[in-house]
């Protein structure tokens, strides 16, 4: 563990190289005097749900997992692209009817359509009635992601509400034989990613 100086989002370097099967490096950013943002080294764009749910459970507060992925996949022009994905999964301290989600809301591209998901207590903050628009990628987008964070107080895309405070997590778990290992800036080529760009 260390506690790395330097300024959000460049702390952000500290996860590379990225890795695909395994997370080396973990780490954990204040944000706000209410909230941790947590961040992995994973090769496709971090898994924070498992963690994120543990610590929820273990520390006994609420916990947002957020993804936001852009569509870059095509068939054709892209195979190596990524389907695009909005996520929300909001966690709290005890057990519900699956494990201690206490909601979750996503539209997600699975290869041939998008899909689009609301499970659990639905929040006040919500807006139920995009539910049901016509093209089903508009169900939950990127902007709703965004109020929804807000409304619990967290300015998820304003690279100032991060920090000063991050702890690093470093542990020596071996890349699997034939895994990748790349840095940043190669996996966005590798997958047509401009960044900036949402889902």
């Not at 204040?30 to 971090?46: C, E, P, R």
């Not at 093209?135 to 939950?140: A, K, M, S, T």
């Not at 990127?142 to 690093?168: H, W």
């Amino acid at each position: 563990m260390s506690r790395p100086r330097g300024g959000f989002p460049e702390v952000l370097s500290l996860l590379e190289p990225l890795k695909g099967g395994s997370r080396p490096r973990e780490l954990l950013v204040a944000v706000g005097s209410h909230w941790t943002a947590y961040f992995d080294g994973g090769l496709n764009g971090g898994d924070p749900i498992s963690a994120i749910g543990h610590l929820s459970r273990t520390v006994k507060c609420q916990g947002v997992a957020v993804r936001t992925n852009p569509h870059t996949y095509d068939r054709v022009k892209r195979p190596s692209g990524r389907m695009g994905s909005v996520q929300f999964q909001l966690f709290g301290p005890l057990d519900t009817d699956f494990l201690n989600y206490v909601r979750g809301v996503s539209v997600t591209f699975t290869g041939s359509r998008w899909e689009f998901h609301a499970n659990g207590t639905e929040q006040v903050f919500e807006e139920p009635e995009v539910y049901e628009t016509r093209r089903v990628r508009d169900h939950f987008t990127t902007d709703m992601l965004e109020r929804y964070c807000q409304a619990l107080g967290i300015d998820v895309f304003s690279p100032g509400a991060y920090g000063p405070g991050a702890v690093l997590l470093t542990s020596h778990v071996r890349t699997a034989p034939g895994g990748y290992v790349m840095t940043l800036a190669e996996v966005q080529e590798y997958l047509g990613i401009v960044s900036g760009f949402g889902a």
